[in-house]
């Protein structure tokens, strides 16, 4: 029963998740839509847990993601039509369940930055095991599994998330530990 439960609520986190990516000139941004959803298979960055830093134009974020390989979401109308980075040394960050567990959602208060990987090129670090991601930066109330469930991080960091609340979870308690 709990496993069904965990299932049932990552689902929904990643419907939520899906149901959010832009369609605008063809790479990621702040607004989500679930249009051109399609389960890519290979090579992919995985940025629910990173910490990032703001790039020096202050409009997106650069994140240091892990590299996965194995099912993966993607919104293709943000990524040339193709699951394949178009760059050879390339990844997309794309959206899986590897280390998802819906009671560790943090959600972060209005008015916090925090970056937008879904769907953002990446750079393979030497490796392989990592990439680095240009994601947009975004400034809203935001859920993310990263944080270590403590409101605090939520603006001491630069966390990536999504700007919707996670139903269907326990989610991390709403004060800081």
């Known amino acids: 029963m709990v496993r069904t439960s965990y299932r049932v609520a990552a689902f929904a986190f ?17 607004n989500l839509d679930l249009k ?3 389960v890519c298979a290979g ?3 995985l940025c629910d847990k990173a910490t990032c830093t703001k790039s020096r134009d202050g409009k997106s974020a650069e994140c240091t993601c892990r590299v996965l390989r194995g099912p993966s979401f993607a919104n293709l109308t943000q990524t040339n039509g193709t699951c394949a980075p178009s760059k050879p040394g390339g990844v997309y960050s794309f ?4 280390g998802f567990n819906p009671a560790d959602q943090l959600t972060c208060p209005g008015g916090s930055q925090w970056a937008q990987c879904w769907n953002a090129p990446c750079e393979l670090l030497p490796g392989g095991k990592e990439a680095r991601c240009t994601c947009p930066l975004c400034t809203s109330s935001f859920v993310t599994p ?8 939520c603006t001491a960091e630069i966390l990536v998330g999504a700007p919707f609340k996670v139903t269907g979870s326990g989610g991390c308690p709403q004060t800081s530990k």
């Open 146 to 153: 990263g944080g270590g469930c403590n409101v605090k991080n």
């Open 14 to 30: 990643a419907a939520g998740l899906l149901a959010l990516a832009d369609l605008r000139a063809g790479g990621p941004s702040c």
């Open 95 to 98: 959206f899986s369940f590897d």
């Open 36 to 38: 051109g959803l399609t």
């Open 43 to 45: 090579q992919y960055a």
